[in-house]
């Protein structure tokens, strides 16, 4: 595609639900990264790939979250048991390769009532 | 989660001046961008600098990187309306042993007509 396709654009999961969102990188990019937004706050690293290698996860908050990108394209971030604080903007990027500049997705705002 | 210093935290301007922020940090980066996100959206890269002193322009928007590769500027002359957003600087760390980036807290921009 032409860009860094984000699904769903928005989620409200109830406490305790399991989540997980999609992410579609631009076509040929061989990195994909995750990043966390809160509101009112800058991204924040979660987690990247280089083709289906996960080569980064230092940022994951905790065991409850999870990435894969088993083809090496698509990309998609597991949340398990959400908890109030997770509610935040979910942005993922992509590049050609690690050194060079990303492009973001929409993202997508979970909201854990 | 680590984030650089931006400053100014929001700023209120009148259309047709110029605008500058920075970004600071104690530690040494490689690459250092400017990303520019709208309400909704994920962030647009709009200017990319990876060498110490580097300057660079893309239109009314100049971006420096600072010569001791601990900060960025970036200056917008001449705002218009449509400039109106949160602006956010991103640093590859220089010893971090991975491609991942760090944000700055964001500037927001605000131009009266």
């Known amino acids: 595609g032409a860009g860094v396709s984000q699904s769903p654009r928005y989620k409200v999961a109830k406490r305790g639900q399991d989540v997980a969102l999609r992410c579609d990188p631009i076509?040929?990019?061989?990195?994909l990264f995750w990043y966390q937004q809160a509101l009112g706050q800058g991204p924040e690293f979660l987690t990247y790939f280089q083709n289906e290698a996960q080569l980064d996860k230092s940022g994951l908050p905790s065991d409850r979250f999870f990435a894969e990108r088993p083809e090496g394209s698509v990309s998609t971030l597991k949340i398990q048991r959400t908890q109030q604080e997770d509610s935040a903007v979910y942005l993922c990027?992509?590049?050609?390769?690690?050194?060079?500049?990303?492009?973001f997705g929409a993202g997508t705002r979970l909201s854990v009532l | 989660g680590q984030q650089l210093n931006q400053s100014p935290q929001s700023m209120f301007i009148q259309e047709g001046e110029d605008v500058s922020m920075n970004c600071t940090s104690s530690s040494i980066f490689n690459t250092w961008l400017w990303y520019k996100q709208d309400p909704g959206e994920g962030p647009v890269l709009l200017i990319a600098l990876y060498k110490a002193g580097e300057l660079t322009s893309n239109g009314r928007l100049t971006a420096q990187f600072g010569i001791t590769r601990k900060d960025s500027f970036l200056n917008i002359s001449a705002s218009i309306p449509s400039d109106v957003g949160i602006y956010f600087c991103?640093?590859?760390?220089?010893?971090?042993?991975?491609?991942?980036?760090?944000f700055g807290t964001g500037t927001r921009l605000k131009v009266l007509a």
């Open positions: 076509s040929g990019h061989v990195s």
């Open positions: 990027a992509s590049s050609l390769m690690e050194k060079n500049i990303q492009y």
């Open positions: 991103a640093g590859q760390l220089a010893t971090s042993g991975t491609y991942k980036y760090i």
